[in-house]
């Protein structure tokens, strides 16, 4: 007997993630009652995954429920936030048990991890989508923001950079097929939100975005938003080993500074705390890498240790000037 719509939330979601005492109703009414510790703001956000656009058809559910709550997490992550509920809506062509229920697991293993419990959610017919919205606290006045970074501020990354990009890559072309591996994949279909390190860096940065459409638009993000610009040299951007096979045998370096899915966070830091944040980089496995620095002038300029700079267009086509 096919599952009715209306039970598959309550099915396959009711006990997700990690059990909280502040939710005081959580799946099950028609909303959910939050307890918003005292002195604590509440930090918001949403994001939608639609198939084929966003995800290839083929996606395996649980790797799509990973991810769609891992996205939400980096952007809690870039604000410095605690991530502390959940909630998702669920649009499909279907009613498929299997499918939600891979899908479940791979989101509430996420979350339970995270410590984040989903609170309530929704199902809808037709085309493959998947909107879930975060919900984590920060103390006033703390948090992070695009806004913050000054001239002489010196930018940071965490991770390497351009991992999933080149494993979508080699999924589609395939004279690049022989660098995916499983934790290359793992990059594109698992990706680490960077929460702990994003709280850590909270009363340190002075500006952070998490990495979603690659590190020249989203530095460029922090920049416009900061009214600075950057000067980023080249050889310190962080590479996975895989990354720099292919960057030795094509010279492609659009590819780590332009393909999205990253979910690594960029920062800025004032100079006085970036002895701080050097040790703080020590204690997480991605570690932190400085790559640049703010400056007056605005715009970001990619620079090699030759002086000159690297030039991309918008159809990722990348020449080098003399600076
Ligand atoms: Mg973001």
Redesign the pocket.
Known sequence: MPLAEFDLIARYFSDCGHPRGDVALGIGDDCALLRVPGGKQLVVGVDTLVEAIHFPPDTAPGDLGYKSLAVNL??LA?MGAQPAWATLALTLPAVDPDWVRGFAGGFCELAAASGVRLVGGDTTRGPRAVSVQVLGLVDPGGGLRRSGAAPGDRIYVTGTLGDAGLALKALHESRWSHHLGPELRRRLDRPTPRVAEGIALGRLASAA??I?DGLAADLGHLLSASGVGAVIDLERVPLGPQMRRYLAETGDYALPLTAGDDYELCFSVPSPRVPQVEVLGTQFSCGFTLIGEAEALPGLRLRRHDGSLLILDRAGYQHFVDS
């Open positions: 980096s952007d870039a975005i998490d979603s």
